[in-house]
């Protein structure tokens, strides 16, 4: 018997996309990139060309009532190649009441997309917001099916007409622990997540599937690396999961950090794609819009952006004025900013090089240490562990320095008191602590990390 590779059909955003579905914005994208190599400048006049470019999409939210306000469609048609429904594939939108399902809003935008060469991003499969009444209420093994007979609908009813789907949205908590958050869905049992994949994938095999959450941005913050977890766990099990949404709504009190870059390409080494899913930036700087972008370009498996709305009007946080253009429909600082890094940035190879390994070498895990705050007399540092979640990590401080507190790990000493073994304590996978400087401000060292 002769054994073929089974060749994987699901949606590339590339120029060269080779896809079962999304044939006609394959065909646009082969079409506005078809006289550009991998990695040569060009000049797009407009996001979703100057995306398509370097192999990659730029899509909006849109929101169907707003379809026909020419100032706004006008805009959609001309600048995005990518399309996520902002309201109406949610699930109080779709099975307002049990086993009735409604879709016409969001055939609408479907349609309005697919028709002009715009590919859709499906959003959202299952969540514990925007829940219908119905749902709300129940509870247990109930819920459980009602959630995944959902899934089922919703995923056959847009079969082949949606290139990436957000299976669960929001699913971790805010805060510190790096757990799952509570909610009815998470009541049915911690494998609620897995299932739901498993049964988008079973309605539409073409479709990548992603796992979609907000402040997920920062890589130190423990509802980052609990997301990681998660998707590190699926992958060494075979969950059926490809992607990974960042929503990127950043803002004063969850702002755009540095290490934005090492999040996305630390989520792509696990071998799934990264996509910013509902980007907004509070006041628009033109700088953050450009880092964004700039640093998904820097990612190979990053394959594209979307922007949660076009104009500041229709922004959900319009007060904040965090979009491309203003409430007019003219293009703002923002817009440039965009587009220059677009035109500047370079496209991935294809197909990707790297495919790591699903599983980390056992034994290993990777420690990185960041500089905390520091005070006239002693500073903080914090340690973010990948690979493990069982861990054990030595860090050394040089005397006379000594380690005066720590956090979020269970420390021991060896004689000297310089040097400390921290062994994770379940709160997740970043410890810190607090050194001393006694005169010395050399950075602790992480002498090793091992998995247990
Ligand atoms: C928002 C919409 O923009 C609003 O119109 C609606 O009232 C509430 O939801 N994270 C998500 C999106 O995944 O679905 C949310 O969209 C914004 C936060």
Same mark, same amino acid.
């Given at each position: 018997m002769i054994e073929?590779?089974q060749e994987?059909t699901?949606?590339r /955003?590339?120029?060269?996309?080779? #896809?079962?579905?999304?044939?006609?914005?394959?065909?646009?994208?082969?079409?506005?990139?078809?006289a !550009?190599?991998p990695?040569?400048?060009?000049a797009?006049t407009t996001?979703?060309?100057?995306a398509?470019? *370097?192999?990659?999409? /730029?899509?909006?939210?849109v929101?169907?009532?707003r379809?026909s306000?020419?100032?706004?469609?006008?805009i959609?048609n001309?600048? !995005?190649? =990518?399309? %996520?429904?902002?309201?109406?594939? *949610?699930?109080?939108?779709?099975?307002?009441?049990?086993?009735?399902f409604?879709?016409?809003a969001?055939?609408q935008?479907v349609?309005?997309?697919?028709?002009?060469g =715009?590919s859709v991003?499906g959003h959202?499969?299952?969540w514990h917001?925007q829940?219908?009444?119905?749902m709300?209420?129940m509870?247990?093994s109930?819920l459980?099916?009602a959630?995944?007979n959902?899934?089922?609908?919703?995923?056959?009813? !847009?079969r082949?007409?949606?290139v990436a789907?957000?299976?669960?949205?929001?699913a !971790?908590?805010?805060?510190?622990?790096?757990?799952?958050?509570?909610s009815?869905l998470?009541?049915?049992?911690?494998d609620?997540?897995e299932?739901?994949?498993r049964?988008?994938?079973?309605a539409?095999?073409?479709?990548?599937?992603?796992y979609?959450?907000?402040?997920?941005?920062?890589? %130190?913050h423990?509802?980052?690396?609990g997301?990681?977890?998660?998707v590190?766990?699926f992958k060494?099990?075979?969950?059926?999961i490809?992607?990974v949404?960042?929503?990127s709504?950043?803002?004063?009190?969850s702002?755009?950090?540095?290490?934005?870059r090492?999040t996305?390409?630390? /989520?792509?080494?696990?071998?799934?794609d990264?996509q910013?899913t509902?980007?907004?930036i509070q006041?628009?700087?033109?700088?953050?819009y450009?880092?964004?972008?700039?640093?998904?370009l820097?990612?190979?498996r990053?394959n594209?952006?979307?922007?949660?709305?076009?104009?500041?009007?229709?922004s959900?946080?319009?007060?904040?004025?965090?979009?491309?253009f203003?409430?007019?429909?003219?293009?703002?600082?923002?817009?440039?900013?965009?587009?220059?890094?677009?035109?500047?940035?370079?496209?991935?190879t294809?197909?990707?090089t %790297?495919?790591?390994?699903?599983?980390?070498p056992s034994?290993?895990?990777?420690? #990185?240490?960041?500089?905390?705050t520091r005070?006239g007399?002693?500073f903080?540092?914090?340690v973010?562990?990948?690979g493990?979640?069982?861990w054990?990590v030595?860090?050394?401080? #040089?005397?006379?320095? *000594?380690?005066?507190?720590?956090w979020s790990?269970?420390?021991?000493w060896?004689?000297?008191?310089?040097? =400390?073994t921290?062994?994770?304590?379940g709160?997740?996978n970043?410890f810190?602590f607090t050194? =001393?400087a006694?005169g010395?401000?050399?950075?602790p060292?992480?002498q090793?990390c091992?998995?247990?």
């Open positions: 073929r590779c994987d699901r949606p /955003f590339g120029p060269r996309a080779r #896809t079962a579905v999304g044939l006609a914005a394959a065909a646009l994208l082969a079409a506005t990139s078809a !550009f190599l990695g040569t400048a060009s797009g996001l979703g060309a100057s398509a470019e *370097k192999g990659r999409y /730029f899509g909006t939210a929101a169907a009532s379809l306000d020419s100032t706004y469609s006008t959609l001309r600048e !995005f190649n =990518m399309v %996520t429904p902002e309201n109406e594939m *949610k699930i109080d939108a779709t099975e307002p009441q049990q086993g009735r409604s879709y016409g969001a055939d935008i349609n309005h997309a697919r028709s002009r =715009m991003r959202t499969l299952a917001s829940q219908p009444p119905w709300e209420s509870s247990g109930a459980r099916s959630m995944l959902h899934v089922t609908q919703v995923a056959t009813h !847009f082949g007409q949606v789907w957000d299976v669960v949205n929001e !971790f908590a805010d805060g510190s622990s790096g757990a799952r958050r509570d009815n998470q009541r049915t049992g911690n609620w997540i299932a739901a994949f049964a988008a994938r079973a539409d095999p073409g479709a990548k599937l992603c979609n959450d907000y402040n997920t941005d920062n890589w %130190t423990a509802k980052t690396q997301v990681y977890n998660m590190r766990d060494s099990r075979g969950v059926p490809d992607c949404g960042f929503q709504h950043f803002n004063n009190d702002p755009y950090v540095s290490n934005y090492t996305l390409s630390s /989520f792509a080494a696990l071998g799934v990264v910013v509902e980007l907004d006041g628009a700087p033109a700088n953050t450009r880092s964004v972008v700039e640093d998904c820097a990612v190979a990053c594209g952006v979307t922007v949660w709305g076009i104009r500041d009007s229709d959900w946080r319009a007060s904040q004025t965090p979009l491309l203003n409430s007019s429909g003219q293009k703002k600082a923002a817009y440039d900013a965009v587009l220059a890094a677009l035109n500047n940035g370079t496209a991935p294809d197909p990707p %790297t495919t790591p390994p699903t599983t980390p034994g290993s895990c990777t420690a #990185t240490l960041q500089d905390g005070w007399d002693r903080n540092s914090s973010t562990v990948s493990a979640s069982n054990t030595v860090v050394a401080v #040089t005397p006379p320095q *000594k380690v005066s507190s720590t790990g269970s420390p021991s060896d004689t000297s008191g310089n040097v =400390m921290m062994r994770s304590n709160s997740g970043v810190g050194t =001393m006694n010395n401000w050399n950075r060292v992480v090793s091992t998995a247990s």
